[in-house]
């Protein structure tokens, strides 16, 4: 079936790193969602996307649907100790308007 | 609004006991949504409701597991009988309608299957 590949698996960046990740799929896309999830916590929706090329910031996080349908990438500017955690990318296929697919995270980790 | 609620948020049993997570959705959401989370498969989607029916179950591992959603405002996933492979965090999560269907997400249950 379906799958999204998010890329890097897990990342070791000095506070104050601007954090690149993104995720490419097989598939044409009409949804992208960012979500983080923090230890003992559900996913959060960080930044949600629904047309090709959008771009759209929260605070120091900015995410982009990519032109063709079928990617996304998510930057986040000058981290802090609390950006910590697993990020994971999702999509909604064409045509299938409800089910979401996650990629396998991303797992951010600041050194001090 | 209190978001998607869970309970319990911590379950141990046995193996071979009966488990029943239930959950609550965001007040006027439509669709409800299980997911189950392991470190070795990462989130996967067990099951969607839309207005109370189940419309993909696809992802449900295997007879042992069922779900139901009797109204709008609560949901149950059962587990009969457990097993150990069962362990996991098992989040529900709800949508409204309309184009923009984000997806928002309880806080899990934690189960413990010895």
């Known amino acids: 079936g379906q799958q999204l590949n998010q890329s890097p698996q897990s990342m070791f960046i000095q506070e104050g790193e601007d954090v690149s990740m993104n995720c490419t799929s097989s598939?044409?896309?009409?949804?992208w969602l960012w979500y983080k999830q923090e230890p003992g916590e559900g996913p959060v929706l960080l930044i949600a996307?629904?047309?090709?090329?959008e771009l759209t910031s929260n605070g120091r996080l900015t995410a982009q649907f990519g032109i063709t349908r079928k990617d996304s990438f998510l930057n986040i500017s000058a981290s802090i100790p609390s950006d910590v955690g697993i990020y994971f990318c999702?999509?909604?296929?064409?045509?299938?308007?409800?089910?979401?697919?996650f990629g396998k995270g991303t797992r951010l980790h600041i050194l001090p | 609004d209190a978001g998607v609620i869970q309970s319990p948020r911590h379950e141990v049993t046995e193996m071979g006991q009966e488990v029943t997570l239930r959950c609550k959705p965001i007040?006027?959401?439509?669709?409800l949504f299980w997911y189950r989370q392991t470190m070795m498969r990462g989130l996967e989607l067990l099951i969607y409701?839309?207005?109370?029916?189940?419309?993909?179950d696809s992802g449900m591992p295997e007879d042992r597991f069922s779900a139901k959603m009797p109204n709008a405002s609560f949901s149950t996933l059962k587990i009969q009988p457990s097993e150990p492979r069962d362990s996991a965090v098992y989040f529900c999560?709800?949508?409204?309608?309309?184009?923009?269907?984000?997806?928002?997400f309880g806080p899990g249950t934690r189960l413990l299957v010895l």
């Open positions: 598939s044409i896309f009409n949804t």
């Open positions: 996307l629904y047309k090709a090329g």
């Open positions: 409701f839309n207005n109370n029916v189940p419309i993909d």
């Open positions: 999560a709800s949508s409204a309608t309309g184009h923009e269907k984000t997806q928002y």
């Open positions: 007040s006027g959401h439509n669709s």
């Open positions: 999702a999509g909604r296929e064409m045509n299938r308007d409800d089910k979401i697919i």
